[in-house]
């Protein structure tokens, strides 16, 4: 039969004809529907309204196409359009159907819509399609339209809705709402041009905390056409905090939590471009290294020097405002950029603020120590044209303050670049000196003042060019132990003197002689120190007895109780110890008392009162006594001239060593003149 479909489908016995099938029928025309018959009322929950201006697609979502034969039941034919969609209901649940679109008129665009629900064939193949999806493990949405008709498990763990509670609704709400048009917008584009979109950004779950997604948006595509979207949403919060940490980490300081070089860096370069910008303000940079740090480090051990380096960041944070930045930069140094300031006055402001905290005593383990701290200050100008430009400066200022003496700041100028440069230079210069091996040791000699005999050499580096001229390596010394070079240094003479001495014993095998290694502050207390004179000691097969370590007076007064320490380390070890320029500094007295010495070495400004009738000489006279006393061998250095050494000998100084007895000279001399003393014992007065 051929069903006439009137301008208001208001035919009552059409109406009781529809109304009597037991299948969902609709009548559309145009586009929207005008009538629903009572099965499809029923099945709906919907009542006896009108059905006009309804759209089509407002209650058949996503047209699948269905596997179901055609069944036109009301044209008689089998040309109908099989299709399979959901249809949402009132109480917001969503109806899987399937059914037939059958064209009535094609002129008036007139057609009829039959569905069933579910359906035998079609069922099992929507409960695999169910479970397929929910077993995904990422969020799925399918959307028709502006509406979501389904959401699988893994959307509820995630987001907390329900599939009933999503259903017929919209993604809108998940969106965050700044973000939400240009999310809209951007994933369309990808889509509709690449046929995909992936973007992570961040959506809201029921209780409105905001998550770190993946989404994955494709087209979903019904009879060829784009009817909605197919996404997928993955959390990666936990991937997030990982690359936070990373990131985090990759700019800061392990240790202290501060910035590190990188970061700091970027903190000034953005500092500068904000400088372009105003002419008015400027920043400036303070460079700031602690004056004990390697002492303390190598006495106390390293775990003292990480919670020093610990205590010093927070000190650096408090002493600064909000919007300076502290960096540690590797090992002791630290950076700090201070921003928007006017003057060198405001630069000069925060160092000695920054001077005063690192004034105060350190609590290390329980012990009170000093650390100190030498800044260096520079202040960006036009010609600083990167950042490092600037750090450097203030890496040129930071190297004045610890030359002169520590625990103070310099402000950076061009003479100052000079000075700078220079010591850089000669750096460079004793680094190669290193590197090629051209120094050599010397031979002081020191005698007894008596009798004339050779007691003994003190060893004195010099440098030989490739001319063949020779010079004192006396002025690079500071420069070596400010750099950290004099403990190579240390390291290969005492090699050399090793392995003379057992020269010399193959050759005058009746000898005693001894020889003497001054050693620097930083070598002292170098953690490796001893192990590593063992170690020379054991591979050159040296007598330790025959090798006297020298430390300057000013060493142990620093820190009585670890040089204590590392003094007998050394005796244990078979090597004797001596105390070089003893007077110097006033050092105390009980040094002598407490500290297992072999030699005192007298600061060359006593012996230059030997011949005096002052206070110094009564100091002197009295010393000499006083080691005598202890069984300590006194030494007087600098002899230079007669009446110093018949002076020193009225006192009763044992032994002596000065340009007046002889100046220091190369091996092969040292050895002819260790042979011909050990001969005539004499000294030709």
């Not at 493990?137 to 009933?164: C, K, M, Q, S, W």
């Not at 002419?279 to 602690?290: E, H, I, P, Y």
């Not at 001495?501 to 000898?511: D, I, N, T, V």
Request: hydrophobic share 40%; aromatic share 6%; glycine share 8%.
């Amino acid at each position: 039969m051929v069903l006439n479909l009137p301008e208001n489908a208001d035919s009552a016995s059409q109406r009781e004809v529809l109304d009597a099938l037991p299948v969902l029928v609709f009548l559309e025309r145009v586009g929207r529907v005008v009538y629903a018959n009572a099965e499809a009322r029923q099945t709906l929950g919907l009542g006896d309204e009108p059905w006009t201006s309804r759209q089509v697609e407002d209650l058949l979502w996503g047209l699948f196409p269905g596997t179901a034969e055609p069944q036109t039941l009301l044209t008689g034919t089998r040309h109908g359009s099989p299709f399979h969609a959901t249809m949402p209901t009132r109480d917001g649940r969503l109806l899987p159907v399937e059914g037939t679109y059958s064209i009535v008129d094609h002129e008036l665009r007139q057609a009829v819509i039959v569905a069933h629900p579910g359906g035998r064939e079609s069922a099992p193949k929507s409960r695999l399609m169910d479970d397929l999806l929910a077993s995904i493990p990422d969020a799925v949405a399918i959307v028709h339209g502006n509406h979501v008709i389904y959401t699988n498990a893994a959307f509820t763990r995630l987001f907390g809705y329900t599939a009933e509670e999503v259903s017929g609704g919209t993604l809108r709400d998940f969106i965050v709402p700044e973000t939400r048009q240009h999310e809209n917008s951007l994933m369309q584009k990808s889509v509709d041009r690449h046929g995909v979109a992936t973007i992570e950004t961040v959506r809201k779950n029921r209780n409105g905390d905001l998550l770190d997604v993946a989404v994955l948006a494709g087209p979903l595509v019904i009879h060829g056409e784009k009817a909605g979207y197919v996404l997928s949403y993955r959390d990666i919060g936990g991937r997030r905090q990982i690359e936070a940490k990373l990131q985090h980490d990759a700019l800061h300081d392990a240790l202290t939590g501060l910035p590190n070089r990188a970061l700091f860096l970027d903190r000034l370069k953005l500092s500068f471009n904000r400088r372009a910008r105003r002419r008015d303000q400027v920043c400036g940079v303070l460079f700031l290294d602690l004056d004990r740090f390697k002492e303390i480090n190598d006495t106390l051990g390293h775990a003292a020097g990480d919670q020093l380096l610990v205590a010093v960041s927070e000190r650096l944070c408090s002493a600064l405002r909000p919007q300076d930045t502290a960096a540690r930069l590797g090992g002791d140094e630290f950076a700090v950029l201070v921003e928007n300031i006017f003057s060198v006055a405001d630069l000069t402001i925060v160092a000695n603020r920054i001077l005063g905290e690192m004034a105060r005593p350190f609590d290390l383990f329980g012990r009170l120590l000093n650390a100190g701290a030498s800044i260096g200050a520079a202040l960006s100008a036009p010609d600083h044209t990167v950042p490092e430009m600037l750090i450097r400066d203030a890496d040129f200022a930071m190297y004045r303050a610890k030359q002169s003496g520590g625990s103070r700041f310099e402000i950076f100028d061009k003479n100052l670049k000079i000075r700078v440069n220079d010591r850089q230079q000669r750096e460079r210069e004793l680094r190669q000196i290193l590197d090629n091996h051209e120094f050599e040791i010397w031979y002081q000699p020191i005698f007894r003042l008596l009798g004339g005999q050779l007691e003994g050499f003190e060893s004195i580096l010099h440098r030989r060019r490739s001319d063949g001229s020779v010079e004192s390596l006396r002025p690079l010394l500071p420069v070596a132990e400010e750099s950290g070079l004099s403990i190579s240094l240390g390291r290969e003479t005492f090699d050399s003197l090793c392995r003379q001495l057992c020269a010399w014993s193959q050759a005058q095998p009746w000898s005693t002689l001894s020889l003497t290694l001054n050693l620097s502050p930083r070598q002292f207390y170098h953690s490796d120190m001893v192990a590593q004179m063992k170690r020379t000691l054991a591979a050159t097969g040296a007598d330790p007895s025959r090798l006297l370590i020298e430390v300057d007076e000013s060493v142990l007064s620093e820190n009585p109780d670890a040089a204590l320490v590392l003094l007998q380390r050394l005796i244990d070890c078979g090597l004797r110890v001596a105390v070089d320029n003893f007077g110097s500094a006033l050092a105390p007295l009980n040094h002598l008392i407490r500290m297992p010495i072999d030699v005192l070495k007298l600061d060359p400004a006593l012996t230059v009162a030997a011949t005096s009738t002052g206070r110094q000489s009564a100091v002197l006279k009295s010393l000499v006594q006083l080691g005598s006393n202890l069984g300590v061998q006194v030494v007087a250095q600098g002899i230079q001239s007669m009446p110093q050494l018949e002076a020193l000998r009225a006192m009763g100084c044992a032994l002596g060593q000065g340009d007046f007895l002889s100046e220091a000279m190369d091996s092969s001399r040292a050895f002819a003149l260790a042979d011909q003393l050990t001969r005539s014992l004499s000294i030709n007065a």
